[in-house]
């Protein structure tokens, strides 16, 4: 199991009780994988298992749940016209993550069942895409943790 600890971390944190993390069922992650023509790395599916629909406060305000999942790609390449990036996104990138339609996280599904995830952020002078986790897991670690800070803060509670 690659998310034990982010699920024990999301508990922990009371950023989601047990019962708000509402996971896609097998048959959805197989429906997305055919639609999409890849296959998902193991800790992704995982998320998606666990997670897919909803995380409680975890990740709300993010496009990352499964509803949004095939139109996040087309999503991040349009940010990446606007801003006149000059690197296009691998041919086997998958993005699962973009926040506020400004920024976005992607991993590449040829890297392993717990693939580095890279990002892009808008108003940067990057002209290459920041690799920002060696593994998907830690980059939701990274916002359990993030996002626990806030609630604890009374930021985002």
Same mark, same amino acid.
């Given at each position: 199991?690659?998310?034990? =600890? ?18 896609? /069922?097998? @048959? ?6 055919? =639609? ?5 790395? =193991? ?19 993010? @496009? ?48 392993? @069942? ?12 990057? /002209?290459?895409?920041? =690799? ?9 670690? /990274? ?15």
């Amino acid at each position: 199991m690659y998310l034990h =600890k982010v699920k024990k971390q999301l508990i922990e944190l009371k950023l989601a009780s047990p019962d708000e993390l509402l996971g896609c /069922t097998q @048959d959805e992650v197989i429906k997305l994988e055919a =639609k999409l023509g890849i296959l998902l790395p =193991k800790a992704y599916q995982e998320f998606l298992l666990l997670m897919g629909n909803s995380a409680g406060k975890f990740l709300r305000g993010s @496009d990352c749940f499964f509803r949004d999942l095939p139109f996040l790609k087309d999503w991040a390449i349009a940010l990446l016209e606007e801003n006149s990036f000059p690197a296009s996104l691998p041919e086997d990138a998958f993005v699962f993550f973009m926040h506020q339609g400004y920024q976005f996280s992607f991993f590449r599904v040829s890297q392993g @069942d717990d693939p580095p995830t890279y990002s892009y952020c808008e108003g940067t002078n990057e /002209t290459a895409f920041v =690799k920002s986790h060696d593994r998907y897991s830690d980059f939701l670690m /990274t916002e359990v943790e993030i996002h626990g800070k806030y609630l604890f803060s009374g930021i985002g509670g």
